[in-house]
């Protein structure tokens, strides 16, 4: 089956510090994966490993330094960038930053059937605005007229959710979408891109740090770390029977997500990250309970063992 999104050997870099004293990081460093039709693939791993990044530059907001993202669909003539636009659909991780506090919420569901001119008058609008609501659970009675501060965290998601089923994409990019929502909705929203997927057929990227729901979700998963992809492959086989020790210890103790961290269009990190960015090894071997002294070195190249991708010296022939 061809991949619907194919991500080859793609890194970004930034330039860090002033004019006296610039260093270069590798946000995401040679990441490679690809994502099929009616497939939920997951990006995973702590703050800072360059899962938004990768995100970002998918949905265009970013242009990689090097390597190649391929879109296996155009629009109408070859005008591919019209068809991504309506094709890839995003949800972002804070609900109340997606709605001004000040405009009414279904002004912008409105404004997303007009500008993709998916309906040739208001009552049509209202008919597929309500019909999409329904599928996450809310109707168009429920949202018209109202302002962000008369809905709760959860329902404004559903509606960032609706809004981006407006154009039926064949992927919807999902990036931290549950962790500023309540732990008791959490799972209702889960369950909803569970059921995209084996309802509708839609492909979903889902980026979280949040362990436990990318196995609920099954699929595939890549493991993340400082721009490094560590580990790939089934949900069930990485994480049940991890290979990788950065793996192992992040279903030991999986990182609070940090709802303060935004992006910014200058990169800052933390002194820790800025080590391991800047390591000439491995990328995790400052962490890594089995470090060799080869690992300080040389990074690992990625190997397959029992169908899964590892970048891990432990692995890798002498």
Same mark, same amino acid.
């Given at each position: 089956? !061809?991949?619907?999104?194919?991500?080859?050997?793609?890194?970004?870099?930034?330039?860090?510090?002033?004019?006296?004293? %610039?260093? !270069?990081?590798?946000?995401?460093?040679?990441?490679?994966?690809?994502?099929?039709?009616?497939?939920?693939? &997951?990006? @995973?791993?702590?703050?800072?490993?360059?899962?938004?990044?990768?995100?970002?530059?998918?949905? $265009?907001?970013?242009?990689?330094?090097?390597?190649?993202?391929?879109?296996?669909?155009?629009?109408?003539?070859?005008?591919?960038?019209?068809?991504?636009?309506?094709?890839?659909?995003?949800?972002?991780?804070?609900?109340?930053? &997606? /709605?001004?506090?000040?405009?009414?919420?279904?002004?912008?569901?409105?404004?997303?059937?007009?500008?993709?001119?998916?309906?040739?008058?208001?009552?049509?609008?209202?008919? +597929?605005?309500?019909?999409?609501?329904?599928?996450?659970? +809310?109707?168009?009675?429920?949202?018209?007229?109202?302002?962000?501060?008369?809905?709760?965290?959860?329902?404004?998601?559903?509606?960032?959710? @609706?809004?981006?089923?407006? &154009?039926?994409?064949?992927?919807?990019?999902?990036?931290?979408?549950?962790?500023?929502?309540?732990?008791?909705?959490?799972?209702?929203?889960?369950?909803?891109?569970?059921?995209?997927?084996?309802?509708?057929?839609?492909?979903?990227?889902?980026?979280?740090?949040?362990?436990?729901?990318?196995?609920?979700?099954?699929?595939?998963?890549?493991?993340?770390?400082?721009?490094?992809?560590?580990?790939?492959?089934?949900?069930? !086989?990485?994480?049940?029977?991890?290979?990788?020790?950065?793996?192992?210890?992040?279903?030991?103790?999986?990182?609070?997500?940090?709802?303060? %961290?935004?992006?910014?269009?200058?990169? &800052?990190?933390?002194?820790?990250?800025?080590?391991?960015?800047?390591?000439?090894?491995?990328? /995790? @071997? $400052?962490?890594?309970?089995?470090?060799?002294?080869?690992?300080?070195?040389?990074?690992?190249?990625?190997?397959?063992?029992?169908?899964?991708?590892?970048?891990?010296? +432990?692995?890798?022939?002498?």
């Amino acid at each position: 089956m !061809k991949a619907l999104l194919e991500v080859k050997q793609v890194s970004k870099e930034f330039v860090i510090g002033n004019i006296l004293s %610039r260093e !270069k990081i590798l946000a995401v460093d040679q990441v490679s994966f690809e994502i099929k039709a009616s497939e939920i693939f &997951t990006l @995973a791993g702590e703050s800072g490993c360059g899962k938004t990044t990768m995100a970002r530059m998918i949905l $265009g907001f970013e242009e990689p330094t090097a390597g190649e993202i391929m879109y296996s669909k155009e629009g109408p003539k070859g005008e591919k960038k019209v068809w991504f636009t309506q094709g890839f659909q995003a949800i972002f991780q804070n609900p109340f930053e &997606t /709605f001004n506090p000040l405009r009414k919420v279904d002004s912008y569901l409105f404004e997303t059937v007009f500008n993709y001119k998916l309906a040739a008058d208001r009552d049509e609008a209202i008919g +597929l605005i309500d019909s999409k609501l329904r599928s996450v659970g +809310l109707s168009y009675d429920e949202v018209s007229g109202k302002y962000p501060s008369e809905f709760s965290g959860g329902q404004l998601q559903r509606i960032s959710i @609706a809004r981006a089923l407006l &154009t039926d994409p064949a992927l919807l990019i999902a990036d931290e979408p549950v962790s500023m929502v309540d732990a008791s909705i959490r799972m209702s929203i889960v369950n909803l891109f569970k059921s995209l997927k084996e309802d509708l057929g839609m492909s979903i990227l889902y980026i979280t740090h949040d362990l436990a729901t990318a196995y609920y979700l099954g699929g595939q998963i890549a493991i993340m770390f400082r721009g490094n992809i560590m580990e790939m492959g089934n949900v069930e !086989k990485v994480l049940m029977e991890p290979k990788h020790p950065y793996t192992k210890l992040l279903r030991e103790s999986i990182p609070e997500a940090d709802p303060s %961290r935004r992006w910014k269009d200058k990169i &800052t990190i933390t002194e820790l990250e800025h080590e391991e960015y800047l390591r000439k090894g491995c990328k /995790f @071997a $400052g962490r890594c309970p089995e470090v060799m002294e080869k690992c300080k070195a040389q990074a690992p190249e990625t190997v397959i063992v029992d169908d899964v991708y590892v970048k891990c010296h +432990l692995y890798c022939s002498a």
